[in-house]
């Protein structure tokens, strides 16, 4: 009797156990395809631009008698109607959301007093300065709650779109997130002779790109499922105005791009597939315009573009899917394969007549990589950077004042990063071991990096020297940055070695 029930009753319950596993699996695998199908968000063709894009108002500021120029940012909570009828808690600069538009000439001696009115400690970087490590706004450089901090640095360094934004370590992504990012133009002699369109807020327009999600009446933080970047939004914005749309009364439009998105790389063309000229890059004009239909911007990059429109018409600004050779899940948990209209860009029906663009630009003002006196190597991984997380007590690199170096990146994770280097604008010399594409040719200070991908920077560190205040460089994916993709570097003097940096109670 036990001969025949025992095999059957195991067959049953081996029969049965195979049953839930394909059940379980099943399931599983539905869980998996709904939420792979479910990972990619689209507004193109779909939006009706319907608010007016808002201009971030130019920062007042006053001239002290020494000649400093000084301006006044407070960090406050605020709460902002970005949809009829929904108020989102958010916070700004002097504002709701966002900040206003500092501006200042090379050779100003410049002063921002920021004063931090949240109920938490944070930083305003200025990202894409060349300016003193004491005064660079990063991590070491904490504003507590109630408290006024007030760098000044002298500006030196060609005319470019920079921006700033708070970077507390561990909570930049949040702080930025929340509406934390502001331009900071700069000018010089060779941008003011330029005849390029440079009215700003209307031929010469900030067009700070943010993404963002909505849960109810508020913003929506969280990280998805599989998004190993950090947060994804579902939804654009410009300036902090959703659906926007511009009209411009003149022939060519200078758009200043600002992907100030906390994880999204966009990649920017226009509807109508209109070609449009690229004149600068994050640190400053190029050495010509360069026509391009189509435009990669990861987070914390800068590109000026001119694009002309005719009387009457309407062109819209959009972000189509990436192209980077992503693995196919990678792309899409990664954004890939999501496609925004960004921005609708309505001609009067008569429009200004506007000078042609110039055939030449500005000359290169970062080094070729020939008087570089070290090359460094960079392992990017989402587990730190050279094998090791940010750890602010620790000097990872020092940086002889006055010399250029060649830093090497190279980018040994499955996923996207990009790299951001404090202080000073590099040139690309490489990537891939091949010159790099006309778009990465003027100065930058970040860069994209596609995994497996290796770019080769020449950069000069000409100081001032401070072996005990830290620069950063980082992955500007801010939740990479948030998680320990970030390393310290001083600059001293031949010979000095490195100090210590400040301690931080609390850290
Ligand atoms: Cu825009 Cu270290 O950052
Ligand atoms: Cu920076
Ligand atoms: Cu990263």
Known sequence: MSSVSRPHWLRRLLLGLAALVTVLLLSIGGCVSRVYVGATVSTVGSTEFRNELAIPPLAESVVRPDGTRVFQLAMRPGRKEFRPGQTTETWGFNGDYLGPTLRARRGEQVAVEVRNTLSEPSTVHWHGMHLPAAMDGGPHQMVAAGATWTPRWTVDQPAATLWYHPHPHGATEEHVRRGLAGMFLLDDDVSEALPLPKNYGVDDLPVIVQDVKFRGAEFDSSHRIFRDVGFLGDQTMVNGTMTPYRTVGDELVRLRLLNASTARVYTFGFADNRRFSLVATDGGLMEH???LDSLRLSPGERAEIVVRVRPGERTVLRSNKLDAGLGFWTQRFAGGDDAFDILELRAASTLRPSPELPAALAHPSTPDGSDSVLER?????????NGQPMAMDRIDLTVTKGTAETWVVH??????????VHDVQFRVLEINGAPPPDTSTGPKDTIFLAPDATAKL????????????????????????????????VVVEPGQSAGKPPSHHGH
Request: net charge negative.
């Open 289 to 291: 315009p360069v026509a």
């Open 411 to 420: 980018n040994n994770d499955g996923m996207p990063h990009n790299f951001h």
């Open 377 to 385: 190597r960079f392992e990017l991984n989402l587990s730190g950077i």
């Open 458 to 489: 020449a950069m000069r560190f000409d100081g001032p020297a401070d072996p005990n205040s830290p620069y950063m460089y980082h992955c500007h994916l801010l939740w990479h940055e948030d998680q320990g993709m970030m390393g310290q570097f």
